[in-house]
């Protein structure tokens, strides 16, 4: 079973903002509770908490603010966090000040060095200090994810490469050996075979050179593929190819269901008594592109879950979706009956 993430009802940007001025407020609960011990004389916690609010959650809002002007972020992280802490400070101190004895309806103070003034600077100092070093937190800790995002894609990319690098002299070498056995037997079969080589090999190569392609080429890339299968195994392979004609030009990962197809004859077709059929599909779904490999082989042990990844072909399947889509992406695999495998993949469009 697939469980799909939950979509937060707001853009990913207010998310963070809101986050941050929920983080602002509570840590204004300490500033306040920690005046309030050190001069419990002076005023109330609550007196304390309110002009702590006001203060924190406008340097909060001036510092934020003054980071998205263009110019500031042209400037560089550090230097537009320090751009940020000039202005967000001294303004958010002016603002929350003015805004506390307002809703007060009390006179506005703000200069000074009285204690309480000294007391509110320190505590605009602290709860600047505090948003800066959560802004500093998120930005470090986006950087790691994209770095670790970067690091996946890129593992994904290079074991595509191996798998291909698997898969050409495997494919060659036993096509090979079949041409020489038709030769002499079957020369028709045999040249058919080689045409159907030839643009096997065209695509493996085109798909070597670039890490995208079309479902039209992913599907022209099976038939070829299907086609060979089907002279070697003879009566005992049938398959289907079902693309619609309007997702021809969807881009996919390229080989992306090679490795399903491969796993559906190898486990499912071949070792069946009178073999069986392969059908592959492609449609859009409510939850984006959707592509099945079916075969009526002889399925899983009973004792294998189908969450199981079967063999470096479905692992690497997974890892190289994980990777491009994150968790937008599945495969999932599901018994057929009354024999046989059912392989899906969601890829966002």
């Known amino acids: 079973m697939t469980l799909t993430p939950p979509v937060s009802p707001l853009p990913e940007g207010a998310t963070r903002t809101l986050r941050l001025f929920v983080l602002t407020g509570l840590f204004c609960v300490l500033v306040a509770a920690m005046l309030t011990l050190a001069e419990p004389e002076h005023d109330s916690f609550g007196r304390n908490l309110w002009f702590s609010e006001c203060i924190g959650l406008w340097v909060a809002f001036c510092g934020a603010l003054v980071r998205q002007l263009p110019w500031v972020r042209r400037r560089g992280a550090r230097a537009a966090l320090l751009i940020a802490l000039g202005v ?18 009390e006179p506005i103070r703000i200069i000074g060095v009285d204690d309480a003034r000294l007391a509110a600077i320190g ?41 291909r690098a698997q898969l050409d002299p ?19 079969s045999a040249r058919l075979m080689i045409d159907r080589l030839i643009t096997w090999l065209r695509g493996a190569l085109a798909a070597s ?18 086609d060979i299968m089907a002279l070697r195994l003879g009566a005992r392979l049938h398959y289907t ?48 592109l959707e592509l099945e490999v079916n075969d009526t082989g002889l399925g899983l042990p009973a004792d294998q879950p189908p969450t199981a990844d079967g063999g470096f ?17 599945s495969l999932r695999l599901l018994r057929q009956h009354p024999t046989g495998m059912r392989a899906i993949v969601r890829i966002p469009t």
């Open 241 to 288: 190819l079902d693309l619609p004609e309007a997702l021809q030009a969807t881009p996919v990962p390229a080989m992306l269901l090679q490795p399903l197809v491969e796993n559906a004859l190898k486990h499912g077709i071949e070792p069946k008594i009178g073999g069986g059929s392969v059908r592959v599909s492609a449609r859009l779904g409510a939850q984006g």
């Open 313 to 329: 072909g479905l692992a690497q399947v997974r890892e190289r979706l994980r990777a491009l889509y994150g968790e937008r992406a």
């Open 123 to 163: 505590a605009t100092l602290l709860a600047g200090g505090f948003v800066s070093y959560l802004t500093w937190l998120r930005s470090r800790l986006s950087s790691e994810a994209m770095a670790r995002a970067s690091a996946q894609q890129l593992a994904a990319e290079a074991e595509l490469r191996m798998l």
């Open 88 to 105: 967000g400070l001294p303004l958010g101190y002016v603002l929350g000040y003015t805004t506390a004895y307002a809703v007060l309806g």
């Open 170 to 188: 495997h494919m060659l070498f036993n096509t090979l050996a079949n041409l020489r056995a038709l030769v002499d037997d079957d020369p028709a």
């Open 209 to 226: 050179r670039s890490d995208n392609t079309t479902l039209a080429a992913e599907f022209a890339q099976l038939a070829a593929y299907l």
